[in-house]
C-alpha cells in the first residue's frame, strides 16, 4: 500500500493551528479565573436599577440589597415594584425607593433620574436594565412597532445616561448596561429588537472612548445575557426562537461583578464571548453555536 505523504507545509500549519488554539485557552482561563470582586465595595454604593420588577432586573435588586447598596428601582408596574421593594428591606438594604415609570414615554427618563438624585443625593451606579418587545408576528415590516420598540430599548437608555453622567462623574461611578446576544449576533424574526440591542452596544462603545479621551472616570460594563426569564424580550421572538433560560440570581450577580471591578464586558453562559468572538469568521462554527443556543424553530421561519 502507498503511505500518504504529508505537504512540507503540513507541519507548521498543524503547530500554527495547535498554538492558536492553546493561546485562545488561555486568554479565556485568564479572563475569566481572574476575580478581583470586593463584596464590601457595593456597601452604601448608591444604585438606580431600571427594569426592576421581574427577571434578572428583581434578582439584581436582591443581590445589592444584600450587599448593602442604597437603591431606586424602577419598572412599569408600580404593584411588582411594591412586592421587590419590599424583600429588599427584609434582605437589609439600608434605603429603598421605587418609582413606577414608563420608559416609552419620552420624559420618563429624566424623571426617574432627577428622582433617584434628589432621594440618594448622588449616583454611583447607573444599571439600565429594562427592555421592551415588538410582537414576533411583526417581524422587521412594520416601522411603527421598531420605532417603538428603540425608545424604549435605546432612547430611553441614551437619556437616563445623558442626565445621571454629571453624577456619575462626579462619583467616578459606573454604567452598566444589559443587554442580549441578539444585539451581537443577529437571528431570524428578531429584526426590530436585534436593530434596538446592536445600537446599545454601538452607542456604548463609542462613548466609552470619547470619555476616555476626555479623561473622565466613568466605567461602561455591556452585559451581553441570554434571554432567560426576562418575559416582555422572551415575548418578543416567542414562537421564532427558544432561547435557553439563563438562570436569573446567577446571570445577576455576573452582571454586579462586571459592575464592580468595572469590566469592560460581561459574558452569561461564558460561552456567548466565544460566540461574539466567532462572528465574521468561521462561518459553520458560527451557525452551529448560534444553533444551540438560540434553538431557531424552523417551524417557526415556514
Known amino acids: 500500500p502507498v503511505l500518504p505523504t504529508l505537504s512540507p507545509a503540513a507541519g507548521p500549519r498543524r503547530a500554527m493551528k495547535v498554538l492558536l488554539l492553546t493561546a485562545l485557552g488561555a486568554l479565556f482561563f485568564a479572563y475569566y479565573w481572574d476575580d478581583n470582586f470586593d463584596p464590601a465595595s457595593l ?44 424583600n429588599c428591606r427584609k434582605l437589609g438594604a439600608p434605603k429603598v425607593f421605587y418609582i413606577a415609570a414608563d420608559m416609552a414615554s419620552p420624559e420618563a427618563p429624566e424623571h ?57 462623574t462626579d462619583s467616578k461611578g459606573s454604567l452598566v448596561v444589559v443587554s442580549s446576544l441578539l444585539g451581537r449576533v443577529p437571528t431570524s424574526f428578531s429584526a426590530p429588537y436585534s436593530a434596538a440591542k446592536f445600537a446599545l452596544d454601538g452607542f456604548f462603545g463609542s462613548l466609552r472612548r470619547e470619555l476616555n479621551v476626555q479623561d473622565v472616570d466613568v466605567a461602561i460594563t455591556m452585559c451581553v445575557l441570554g434571554l432567560g426569564d426576562r418575559a416582555p424580550a422572551t415575548e418578543g421572538v416567542r414562537g421564532v426562537t427558544r432561547a435557553k433560560a439563563a438562570p436569573g440570581p446567577r446571570a445577576a450577580l455576573a452582571v454586579i461583578r462586571g459592575g464592580a471591578t468595572r469590566a469592560s464586558g460581561v459574558f452569561y453562559p461564558w460561552r456567548f464571548h466565544l460566540l461574539c468572538l466567532l462572528r465574521g469568521w468561521l462561518p459553520r462554527p458560527r451557525a452551529w453555536f448560534i444553533h444551540q443556543d438560540l434553538n431557531v424553530s424552523a417551524a417557526a421561519a415556514a
Open 112 to 168: 426617574v433620574v432627577q428622582f433617584a438624585l434628589d432621594k440618594l443625593g448622588g449616583l454611583d451606579y447607573l444599571v439600565l436594565n429594562h427592555v421592551g418587545s415588538a410582537p414576533a408576528g411583526t417581524r422587521a415590516r412594520s416601522a411603527q412597532a421598531t420605532r417603538g420598540l428603540l425608545q424604549v430599548n435605546l432612547l430611553s437608555y441614551v437619556q437616563l445616561t445623558s442626565r445621571a453622567l454629571p453624577s456619575l
Open 43 to 86: 456597601q452604601g454604593a448608591r444604585v438606580l436599577l431600571t427594569g426592576a420588577g421581574a427577571g434578572v432586573g428583581e434578582e439584581l435588586a436582591y443581590h445589592y440589597a444584600r450587599l448593602g447598596s442604597h437603591l431606586v428601582l424602577t419598572a412599569y408596574t408600580e404593584a411588582l415594584l411594591q412586592k421587590v421593594v419590599g
